[in-house]
């Protein structure tokens, strides 16, 4: 059975750092694409940023050059690490992996096969 297990959410002030971490487990997702969404109440899941099996990054527009996307793959894992938080930044946040071998990174949540549960994160004032 395939899992995507997030952690690392909580509450932090603005301007803070944050890590979050995705463990994948159930099959080897080396050479696929991997993802982060994030979503908040009554509203349709955002982008935040994917990284393909050759390392190349996407960004949402309204995290790039403040969030970095990264992923180990002798651990089946990827990160999110995330700079200079704003309130906006609050919200619950999604691991995401599509089930396409060599595929690109899309910004849709369409694409994307496995989920994790989530983890929240909560920027305060």
């Known amino acids: 059975q395939v899992r995507l297990d997030e952690s690392g959410g909580g509450l932090v002030q603005a301007g803070d750092s944050l890590s979050l971490s995705c463990a994948a487990s159930?099959?080897?997702?080396?050479?696929?694409?991997l993802g982060w969404f994030r979503q908040t109440p009554g509203k349709e899941r955002e982008f935040v940023a994917g990284?393909?099996?050759?390392?190349?990054?996407t960004y949402g527009s309204s995290v790039r050059g403040r969030f970095t996307i990264s992923r180990e793959k002798s651990k089946n894992m990827v990160y999110l690490s995330l700079n200079t938080l704003k309130p906006e930044d609050t919200a619950v946040y999604f691991c995401?992996?599509?089930?396409?071998?060599?595929?690109?990174?899309?910004?849709?949540?369409?694409?994307?096969?496995?989920w994790g549960q989530g983890t929240q994160v909560t920027v305060s004032s």
């Open positions: 995401a992996a599509d089930s396409t071998v060599w595929g690109e990174v899309s910004t849709q949540s369409e694409y994307y096969d496995f």
């Open positions: 159930g099959r080897d997702f080396n050479h696929n694409v």
């Open positions: 990284i393909n099996s050759r390392f190349g990054t």
